[in-house]
Structure formats: structure tokens, C-alpha cells
């Protein structure tokens, strides 16, 4: 944490009423948001950065040679520097700017992917991945000729190093991309070991944040990652803008995503160069608002501070646990070492939906179903769990609200 | 039990706890795989066209079963084109809300209406009643 933030003491009432949709009502109650993990909510600061830009100082960025142009170029530009410091990359230029964390996957599996890697070389992945790290590997796999791994994880939801050690064995493993958080199990997993596991053998490894980045201070230096996605709606930002961190020298040897506007050095009617890194990845008008709507979250976070955000969350979790576990035929899935506020249960006699649903009714929101992890509900033998997740606003109450919601859910199943 | 639960009474909850037209029959002339890609429910649906008779067997919500189970009575002993008719009228009441006299236990799901994400569980077993159907003709 730089020494420049001046932290706050965490004050949930106050954090409470920076959100302001946490005030409605659903169905007649107050609303418990427990699905923070699938989006969160947005604070005021977020919502007030991107009006004011709206109102005062918008116009397209990188092209006018206007004041209007300029400074939205500027605010533009200066979230760059913030997801920068917040990741800690060595340079501004290693952030390009996607839509979400599923487009910056896909932009290194289309571009790394058909570029660097080789026809016979193989991609690993673990079997607890969002949908949007194995997906753009099978295409990548089906078009291009690379083969995809998956790496086990063990009964309580940690990557298993042996079955790791057994997928490297013939050396023919260029990349591993694994979540940094299951958004599943809540598992965190050990990305500096992970790393160094890679790196020893001659791979490169692709970080999965989403999930992790809401939660932790991340240090993509100290992790040693060579790639690492997030996005931003998720760390209480705009939906419509993700990033990709990426190694300098990984982004320049990289050929371009989308061509257009925005991305080229010159273009003539028979050929175009590319622009430098990370403008090559940006084809066209960007997300603007979003990205300075991104740019206040961080700021947003940052006041709080990661240390008090994840000591919050941890009894949150901790406490969520303790609660579940008391109620009977209540399974909660994965229990890793590490882990943090995402807790998937299933219930006796009562299918997720219906669990979900009854919720609802209360005014509860948790998600329910595969959560774009079907292959790891077969894993787990399930096939479909609820999923409670916890957010920086959320409270000791808000879990016990769960916890008698789901007694009634088993008075109606039970 | 309070409004929360509206959905979940008596007639659903039986036939989800206990079905009747749930398992591979011995004899059938059409089979057919429905699911659910954004949830995760799956049913695998087996008709026989003699008496319009189907069975299933279903993993996934109580909505979704008991939906198979009263569309199994309903159809029993329908023409493919009256099955039809009856999906139609079906899909009309889980979608607007209002109960068509002439479906009976069919109403039992007219609520889940209010229900808008779980319409979908409702109607599973019919579109896949539509494919085996398909596959009979």
C-alpha cells in the first residue's frame, strides 16, 4: 500500500450509505445483495465520476485536437496509471484496456495463442475455471493446433501440484492460466508458487483475477505473472471495461487483436503498421465513461484499503461458515486453506433454483446454478450449487438474514 | 406457508417428491434430451406414441420436475396436434399469469409467472415433449 493514501478506519455504515441502491426494497424488503461475485454494486463516487463526465468533459479520446478532446484524453489516460499502481506493474504501458476479463483472455489466446504458441505446444488449465478461461482455449486449441490440459484439484478445491507436476512432465507446456480465486469454491490459489512452478519450466502463466483483484492487494511484480485479467465490474466499477496486464516484452511481441482506429502506426490502402503496446490492443472508440467510471472504484478502494477490506471480509466468512454449518443437510462446497467470500452450498431435498428463488422472495439475492463453471459441477458431482458471495458492504447481519432464510427454505423442501 | 412460497404448494411439491411418470420405460418410440444451458437443468424425455405416454427422468428444480410430471397427465391419450394446442395454451398461462379453465393441474404453475427467471424451468419439458415428438413422426 503506497504511504501517499491516507487510509480511513472502516466504517461499514458509512461504506453502506456510499451505495446507494443498497437503500431499495425487493419484494417488500429490504434488499440483502449476497451476489456481489457475478457483478457488484456501484458506489456514489463511481456514479458521480461518470455523470460529471457526461455533463462536463466528454468528447472521443486520442483524436481531437480540442480542449474537450484533450481533457477527456487525460482522464482517460490517468486510469491507466491507476490500474497500474494498483496492480503494480513495472510500466503504464504494460494495461491495455478490454471490455471484461473474458475479452482480455481471449485477446491472448487469439493473439499469444496463434502467435507465440506453436502447433504441439500445451495449454494447461485447472478444473475449477470460469467458462472464460477454458473456452477460448479449446478454440484456441481446435484452430491452432495447441493442446489443452487440465490440471485436478483436490476434494477440498486446491490445484493439486502433483497432478500439475504430471501435465508438465514432457515439457511441451507453454502457458498455464489459472484462476487467482475460484469463482466457485472461493479458493485462493498460490499464484507466486504457480508462477515460479512456470517459470522453472519454461512457461508462461496467465492470472485470472477477476475474482481476486476485488478482494486482495494484488502485485503482479511480486507474483511474477506474466499476464493478469480482471474486470471492472466486479471492484465496484462500470461493466464494459476489463484489463489486461501484460509483461512489456510479452505485449510488443504480440500482434494486434481487432485492427481499426486507434491501434495503427500508418495506414495506407495496402498495408498498415501497428501502433505500440498497449494502443495496438485498443481498436476503436473505447469504453470512456467506463474506464473513468473504473478509475474512481480503484480510487474508491484504495481510500478504504485492502487490509481493511480483507479483514472484513474474512470474518464475514468466517462467520458465514460457522452459520451455514450448523443448518442441517447444508453442504458447503471446497474447503481450501485460503479462502475467501464465495461460499457454493447445496442443500438436501432442495435444488439450487428453488433454493434461489424462495430467497428471492425474501429479498436475498444469491446466484444459483453453474456459475459458468459446468465442467467443475461434474467435478464436484454436483449440478448446480447457490452461491452466497460478500462484497466490502456487506454485513454480519446480511449472513444471518441467509442463514433464516434458508431455514425457511427447509421448511418448505424439508 | 407466507406469499414468499406461493409457488411451491401442495400440488408441486407432490409431484416433485413423489413422481409418477419418472424412468425409462421399457417400451417407447421417441426419446429426446432437453436442458437448460444457463442453470443446468436437464430432463431426458421418452414417448410412446400408443396413449400419448411419457416419462422422464430429470435432474433439476422442483419447478422443472413437477412441470414434466403434470405434463405427463396431460397428454396422456392426446393426438401429437392436440399435444400441441395444449403446449401453446401452456406456455400462454406460465407466461402471463392467467389460468385457462380447460388445463387443469396444468394451472398449478400459472403463478411462476412472477417468477420470470423460472418460466424457463416450467416450459423445459415441453419443448422437449416438441422434439421427441419430432422424432416420432
Known amino acids: ?55 462536463h468533459q466528454y468528447a472521443n479520446v486520442h483524436r481531437g485536437l480540442h480542449w474537450m478532446s484533450e481533457r477527456t484524453s487525460d482522464a482517460y489516460e490517468a486510469v491507466r496509471d491507476k490500474v497500474a499502481k494498483l496492480l503494480n506493474a513495472a510500466s503504464r504501458d504494460e494495461i491495455v484496456f478490454t471490455r471484461n476479463g473474458t475479452e482480455s483472455i481471449n485477446l491472448v489466446a487469439y493473439t499469444y495463442g496463434r502467435a507465440i504458441l506453436q502447433p504441439g505446444d500445451a495449454v494447461v488449465v485447472s478444473e475449477m475455471e470460469h467458462h472464460a478461461n477454458l473456452v477460448p482455449w479449446q478454440m484456441l486449441r481446435d484452430a491452432h493446433g495447441v493442446e489443452l490440459r487440465i490440471v485436478k484439484i483436490t476434494d477440498a478445491g486446491e490445484v493439486d501440484f502433483n497432478s500439475l507436476e504430471e501435465q508438465f512432465a514432457d ?9 487467482h480465486m475460484s469463482n466457485v469454491l472461493g479458493t485462493y490459489t498460490p499464484v507466486e508458487r504457480l508462477a515460479k512452478f512456470a517459470h522453472e519450466r519454461g512457461a508462461k502463466i496467465l492470472l485470472d483475477g477477476c475474482q481476486a483483484i476485488v478482494h486482495r492487494q494484488v502485485d503482479v511484480q511480486a ?39 486507434d491501434m495503427i502506426s500508418s495506414v495506407s490502402y495496402e498495408r498498415s503498421t501497428w501502433a505500440k503496446p498497449p494502443h495496438r ?21 484504495e481510500a478504504i484499503g485492502f487490509p481493511a477490506i480483507a479483514a472484513h471480509e474474512r470474518e464475514l466468512t468466517e462467520h458465514a461458515i460457522a452459520v451455514l454449518s ?8 471446497g474447503s481450501a486453506q485460503d479462502r475467501g ?14 433454493i434461489a428463488t424462495l430467497l428471492d422472495r425474501q429479498g436475498i439475492a444469491v446466484r444459483a446454478g453453474h456459475h459458468c463453471a459446468e465442467p467443475l459441477m461434474g467435478r464436484l458431482g454436483v449440478t448446480a450449487t447457490a452461491r ?22 427447509k421448511q418448505v423442501f424439508g | 406457508m407466507e406469499a414468499s412460497a406461493q409457488i411451491y404448494h401442495n400440488v408441486i411439491m407432490d409431484r416433485f417428491r413423489s413422481p409418477r411418470s419418472a424412468g425409462r420405460p421399457e417400451n417407447f418410440d421417441a426419446e429426446a434430451e432437453g436442458n437448460n444451458p444457463m442453470c443446468g437443468d436437464r430432463i431426458h424425455l421418452y414417448f410412446g406414441r400408443e396413449g400419448a405416454r411419457v416419462s422422464h427422468e ?13 405434463m405427463a397427465d396431460a397428454v396422456a391419450g392426446k393426438t401429437p396436434a392436440q399435444i400441441r394446442d395444449l403446449r401453446a395454451d401452456f406456455e400462454s398461462v406460465v407466461t402471463t399469469g392467467a389460468e385457462n379453465p380447460a388445463l387443469g393441474d396444468l394451472n398449478a404453475l400459472a403463478n411462476i409467472s412472477e417468477y420470470r427467471s423460472r418460466i424457463r424451468c416450467a416450459t423445459l419439458p415441453w419443448a422437449t415433449l416438441g422434439l421427441a415428438l419430432k422424432e416420432a413422426e
Open chain 1, 1 to 55: 500500500m503506497s504511504a501517499s493514501i491516507k487510509l480511513q478506519p472502516f466504517d461499514l455504515a458509512a461504506i453502506r450509505r456510499d451505495f446507494p441502491i443498497l437503500e431499495s426494497q425487493v419484494h417488500g424488503r429490504r434488499l440483502v445483495f449476497l451476489d456481489s461475485a457475478a457483478s457488484a454494486q456501484k458506489p456514489r463516487a463511481v456514479i458521480d465520476a461518470m455523470v460529471f463526465a457526461m455533463e
Open chain 1, 171 to 179: 515439457g511441451r507446456v507453454k502457458l498455464l492460466a489459472v484462476t
Open chain 1, 223 to 261: 507474483i511474477d505473472a506474466d499476464f493478469y485479467v480482471f474486470s471492472g465490474h466486479k471492484l465496484y466499477g462500470p461493466s464494459g471495461i476489463g484489463i489486461l496486464y501484460a509483461k512489456r516484452e510479452i505485449l510488443e511481441s504480440m500482434p494486434p487483436f481487432m485492427g481499426g482506429g
Open chain 1, 281 to 301: 490492443f485498443e481498436a476503436g472508440t473505447p469504453a470512456i465513461l467506463e474506464t473513468i467510471g473504473l478509475g474512481a472504484a480503484i480510487d474508491y478502494v
Open chain 1, 326 to 333: 450448523e443448518i442441517s443437510g447444508l453442504r458447503i462446497l
Open chain 1, 341 to 354: 467470500g464465495v461460499i457454493s452450498f447445496t442443500m438436501e431435498g432442495a435444488h439450487a433454483h428453488d
Open chain 1, 388 to 409: 452466497a458471495s460478500f462484497a466490502l458492504y456487506t454485513t454480519i447481519e446480511e449472513i444471518d438474514a441467509l442463514a433464516a432464510g434458508l431455514i425457511r427454505v
Open chain 2, 58 to 70: 430429470s435432474e433439476g428444480c422442483a419447478i422443472m420436475i413437477a412441470s414434466a410430471e403434470l
